[in-house]
C-alpha cells in the first residue's frame, strides 16, 4: 500500500524558513516523480513543484519560484520542500503527491499524503 | 501559464441525478487534463486522467470527456457519497495548474 506521510509543518513568522518532509512507503520511489501541491485555508488548490524521479528535472510555480526549493533522497525514500522568505500568502496545507505512471508525469497525481499545515503569522 | 476555468462553481444536485460540469483551458492542452475528487478535511483523490481514463478503483458512474481546450465531466448517478468538490489539473505544460473547483451540494 501506498503511503505518503508529510511533517515539518508549523507556526513561522514572515521572513521565516520551514522544512517540509515527506517520507514515502509501498512503491518503488525513485520511479516516480513526486509533487507538492497546497490548499490555502477555504481555497482551491495550487501545484507548487515537481521533482523527477532521479532529481534532475524540477519545475516550480511562479509564486514560489526563487524562494522555495524542491529536493529528494532516494536512499531515505523522502521528498523535500524548503521554504524560505515565507510570507503571509504560503500559509496553507502542503500535500506531497506521486505521479500515477513511472513513464509520463502527465497523468496526474494518484496518492496524496494526508497534509500537513504552515501558518505564516507574526 | 495556461488558465483553467470551471463552471458551474456551485452546483446543487439530489441522489439519482445525473450530472456535468466543465473545465475550459486558456489554450490547448491535447488530453493532459485530470480531474480529482476532494472532501472536507481530506486529500484530494484521483478520479479521471488523460481527459477519459478512469483511474483503477474509480466507480464507472464517472466518466469524462474532451481535448484541446474543453472537457466535461460527468457523473451518471449521483450517490451520497459523491458529494463533494471537484478540481481539474492540466498536465500539459508546466507549471501544472488547476482549476478553481466546482462544489458539489445537496
Known amino acids: 500500500e501506498v503511503q505518503l506521510l508529510e511533517s515539518g509543518g508549523g507556526l513561522v513568522q514572515p521572513g521565516g524558513s ?30 507548487i513543484s515537481s521533482i523527477s524521479g532521479n532529481g534532475g528535472t524540477i519545475n516550480y510555480a511562479d ?60 | 501559464d495556461i488558465q483553467l476555468t470551471q463552471s458551474p462553481s456551485f452546483l446543487s444536485a439530489s441522489v439519482g441525478d445525473r450530472v456535468t460540469f466543465t473545465c475550459r483551458a486558456s489554450q490547448g492542452i491535447s488530453s493532459y487534463l485530470a480531474w480529482y475528487q476532494q472532501k472536507p478535511g481530506k486529500a484530494p483523490n484521483l478520479l479521471i486522467y488523460t481527459a477519459s481514463t478512469l483511474q483503477s478503483g474509480v466507480p464507472s458512474r464517472f466518466s469524462g470527456s474532451g481535448s484541446g481546450t474543453e472537457f466535461t465531466l460527468t457523473i451518471s448517478s449521483l450517490q451520497p457519497e459523491d458529494f463533494a468538490t471537484y478540481y481539474c489539473q492540466q498536465l500539459n505544460s508546466y507549471p501544472r495548474t488547476f482549476g478553481q473547483g466546482t462544489k458539489v451540494e445537496i
Open chain 1, 18 to 47: 520551514l522544512r517540509l518532509s515527506c517520507a514515502a512507503s509501498g512503491f518503488t520511489f525513485s520511479s516516480y516523480a513526486m509533487n507538492w501541491v497546497r490548499q490555502a485555508p477555504g481555497k482551491g488548490l495550487e501545484w
Open chain 1, 63 to 122: 509564486s514560489v519560484k526563487g524562494r522555495f526549493t524542491i529536493s529528494r533522497d532516494n536512499s531515505k525514500n523522502t521528498v523535500y520542500l524548503q521554504m524560505n522568505s515565507v510570507r503571509v500568502d504560503d500559509t496553507a496545507i502542503y500535500y506531497c503527491a506521486k505521479a500515477e505512471s513511472t513513464v509520463t508525469t502527465r497523468t496526474g497525481l494518484d496518492s496524496w499524503g494526508q497534509g500537513t499545515l504552515a501558518t505564516v503569522s507574526s
